[in-house]
């Protein structure tokens, strides 16, 4: 997919991909873009274009990870968006799924328990991103902002150029693996009646907040992560 | 899941073989490409490690002993005049003149007929006994060690085990199985807190 430029005309990008109508709005920016191009709607709202650009165009385009230059973005920047990431799940995305899924649920009952049981298994689901989201928030987010602020003095790029970045990918992240399987229990081993439109709605669902989660993850395990061990390094 | 095949194009023709990576690449990933514009630059590259081979019929002719034995893995063009005299060309011999449609669809009865999605009962998706019963173990919540000392088997058993499952099921997580054991009556709701 071709990559979004600062000159192009932001309505334009949108309109072609509108899956970045809910990253746009983390950002803070609304609908009724104009022709404003994607500098002046950044310079409007008083973002950083690189950053912005970067973040939208590894959004589109899942070979698109320029690891390099996202490390050199401010760790209170990376957390940020992170954050605002999380709570688009717990504000938007959960209560969407959920909603979905009651209808879901009760439209096709009586009788079918494998839908209640789907229920439930996304019950868990939610327990475990809400465990993830609440430590993001009270341990780790504060933790790394604390290092940064520690080594303030020295640049970060500085840091990121003494110290080899070990990457170390998370071979599993548990919720993707929930979040994957929920979606392919129903695919592959769903049973009984139930109502299609629904189901299809908790599906699309579900896979545009595994669609957001993956990109969340990427920057959490290879771009935050290793920043914080290098910065850790230092701080030792 | 799909593996990824390993193609040679040998084919002097830069357009061609473009033209042919642009539609291998759009409608029969994943594929590793490799070009070579003459026999003898494929040759010194370790030639074998190949799974398909494209070529046309004046290479697949002069090199007929390296093509022959694998002319079940080869493709080779054709331009329409050299298959006129024969509507029914074999399924393998693809003529550069057809409409895209007619290549694209060669194109597919070739690798369906080569590489075999793997077929169902080949690769039988049922559960057997001795995975029903590994599955049961862990969503009850035991651990590897206790399933091997349970069953009587080893570590490397139990893991074993655990991959099939995995693969058979397309479920990941231990949550994921249990909802799938109770679908399926392999254990009671009682049994375990869900």
């Known amino acids: 997919?071709?990559?979004?430029?600062?000159n192009m005309q932001m309505s334009e990008v949108v309109e072609e991909h509108t899956s970045l109508i809910p990253v746009i709005n983390r950002f803070g920016i609304h609908l009724g873009l104009g022709d404003k191009s994607v500098q002046e709607i950044c310079d409007k709202y008083q973002l950083?274009?690189?950053?912005?650009?970067?973040?939208?165009?590894?959004?589109?385009?899942?070979?698109?990870?320029?690891?390099?230059?996202?490390?050199?973005?401010?760790?209170?920047?990376i957390i940020d968006y992170l954050t605002k990431t999380n709570q688009f799940y717990l504000r938007?995305?959960?209560?969407?799924?959920?909603?979905?899924?009651?209808?879901?649920?009760?439209?096709?009952?009586?009788?079918?328990?494998?839908?209640?049981?789907?229920?439930?298994?996304?019950?868990?689901?939610?327990?475990?991103?809400n465990d993830r989201i609440q430590k993001d928030q009270e341990e780790w987010f504060p933790y790394c902002l604390s290092l940064s602020e520690k080594l303030k003095s020295i640049q970060q790029i500085k840091i990121l150029d003494k110290k080899?970045?070990?990457?170390?990918?998370?071979?599993?992240?548990?919720?993707?693996?929930?979040?994957?399987?929920?979606?392919?229990?129903?695919?592959?081993?769903?049973?009984?009646?139930?109502?299609?439109?629904?189901?299809?709605?908790?599906?699309?669902?579900?896979?545009?907040?595994?669609?957001?989660?993956?990109?969340?993850n990427r920057i959490r395990y290879r771009i935050l992560t290793p920043i914080v061990r290098a910065m850790e390094e230092l701080c030792s | 899941m799909l593996q990824i095949k390993y193609i040679a194009i040998i084919l002097p023709d830069t357009l061609q073989y473009v033209g042919l990576q642009n539609l291998l690449v759009?409608?029969?990933?994943?594929?590793?490409?490799?070009?070579?514009?003459?026999?003898?630059?494929?040759?010194?590259?370790?030639?074998?490690?190949?799974?398909?081979?494209?070529?046309?019929?004046?290479?697949?002719?002069?090199?007929?002993?390296?093509?022959?034995?694998?002319?079940?893995?080869?493709?080779?063009?054709?331009?329409?005049?050299?298959?006129?005299?024969?509507?029914s060309f074999p399924s393998n011999h693809i003529s550069i003149n057809s409409p895209q449609e007619t290549i694209i669809e060669q194109l597919k009865q070739f690798f369906v007929k080569e590489n075999g999605?793997?077929?169902?009962?080949?690769?039988?998706?049922?559960?057997?006994?001795?995975?029903i019963e590994v599955l049961q173990l862990i969503v009850k919540g035991s651990t590897n060690k206790e399933i091997a000392d349970k069953l009587y088997i080893s570590l490397n058993t139990v893991q074993t085990h655990r991959k099939n499952i995995t693969t058979k099921l397309g479920?990941?997580?231990?949550?994921?199985?249990?909802?799938?054991?109770?679908?399926?009556?392999?254990?009671?709701?009682?049994?375990?807190?869900?």
């Open chain 1, 1 to 6: 997919m071709p990559l979004v430029y600062a």
């Open chain 1, 48 to 77: 950083d274009c690189d950053f912005f650009l970067t973040v939208i165009n590894t959004f589109l385009n899942e070979e698109y990870f320029p690891e390099k230059k996202l490390q050199t973005f401010h760790t209170s920047q």
């Open chain 1, 92 to 129: 938007d995305q959960l209560p969407n799924i959920e909603r979905h899924l009651q209808l879901f649920i009760k439209q096709s009952l009586p009788g079918n328990n494998s839908l209640s049981l789907i229920g439930k298994f996304f019950l868990s689901f939610k327990e475990e991103l």
């Open chain 1, 164 to 216: 080899q970045i070990n990457i170390h990918i998370e071979s599993e992240d548990t919720i993707e693996a929930l979040l994957a399987d929920l979606k392919s229990i129903m695919i592959k081993h769903l049973s009984g009646d139930y109502n299609e439109n629904l189901c299809y709605a908790v599906i699309f669902a579900l896979n545009s907040l595994e669609k957001d989660i993956k990109q969340h």
């Open chain 2, 26 to 87: 759009n409608y029969f990933p994943p594929v590793e490409i490799s070009h070579y514009p003459t026999f003898e630059a494929s040759i010194s590259s370790n030639c074998d490690t190949f799974d398909y081979y494209i070529t046309n019929a004046t290479l697949f002719v002069l090199n007929a002993d390296f093509f022959l034995p694998r002319r079940n893995k080869t493709i080779v063009l054709l331009n329409s005049l050299e298959g006129e005299k024969n509507n």
């Open chain 2, 117 to 131: 999605y793997t077929s169902t009962d080949s690769n039988n998706k049922e559960l057997t006994l001795r995975e």
């Open chain 2, 171 to 194: 479920i990941k997580t231990v949550s994921g199985l249990t909802f799938y054991a109770i679908m399926n009556g392999i254990i009671s709701g009682e049994d375990i807190e869900l």
